[in-house]
């Protein structure tokens, strides 16, 4: 896979969790694919992978789950 970046041979996509807005309003989504260059050392998601995101973001209740989340703060 190009990098679209760097434009080099080698992107992989990982999979991933993001995190999205913080205490109350905090979403963290599992497994989202993420292309990361080993050359350039950039990571980035595709425009159907913003998009499916933003539904998710949008419609959170139909796929969220609570689940308890340890919190750490760097001091």
Not at 59 to 71: D, G, L, M, S, T
């Amino acid at each position: 896979m190009l990098c679209d970046i760097c434009g080099k041979k080698g992107a992989m996509k990982k999979h991933m969790s993001r995190s999205y807005g913080s205490g109350n309003n905090l979403l963290v989504i599992e497994n989202v694919p993420v292309i990361v260059c080993p050359h350039c050392g950039e990571s980035y998601l595709e425009a159907d992978t913003l998009h499916e995101i933003e539904r998710i973001k949008m419609h959170r209740k139909n796929f969220a789950k609570k689940k308890p989340v340890a919190v750490a703060e760097f001091a």
